[in-house]
């Protein structure tokens, strides 16, 4: 069955940086489209990145652009968030996903708190 297993998440102060890992199973990777979205307390859950199966395409949400960066090592079977000059706003549990066969997959998410 398709796995998203992310990690990396932290407490992090104002200005820091952290990557974040999803490790994927279950599906063919390589073909597979992946996503980072967000979710903070009280609000809906947002779409951070995404990127294509073979990681020549990216596109981020307009707060992040120029802070984050989305690769993937199809390889390795892993998809990273690189997230840079982390502010409070940042704060929230992350998510990794895909879509096979049209279903959409989530993983448990992983907590970033950015916070001085």
């Known amino acids: 069955q398709v796995q998203l297993v992310e990690s990396g998440g932290d407490l992090v102060q104002p200005g820091g940086s952290l990557r974040l890992s999803c490790a994927a199973s279950?599906?063919?990777?390589?073909?597979?489209?992946m996503s980072w979205y967000r979710q903070a307390p009280g609000k809906e859950r947002e779409l951070v990145a995404g990127?294509?199966?073979?990681?020549?395409?990216?596109n981020y949400a307009d707060s992040v652009k120029g802070r984050f960066t989305i690769s993937r090592d199809n390889a390795k079977n892993t998809v990273y968030l690189q997230m840079n000059s982390l502010k409070p706003e940042d704060t929230a549990v992350y998510y990794c996903?895909?879509?096979?066969?049209?279903?959409?997959?989530w993983g448990q998410g992983t907590q970033v708190t950015v916070s001085s």
């Open positions: 279950g599906f063919t990777f390589s073909r597979s489209a």
């Open positions: 996903n895909t879509f096979w066969f049209a279903k959409p997959y």
């Open positions: 990127i294509s199966s073979a990681g020549s395409t990216t």
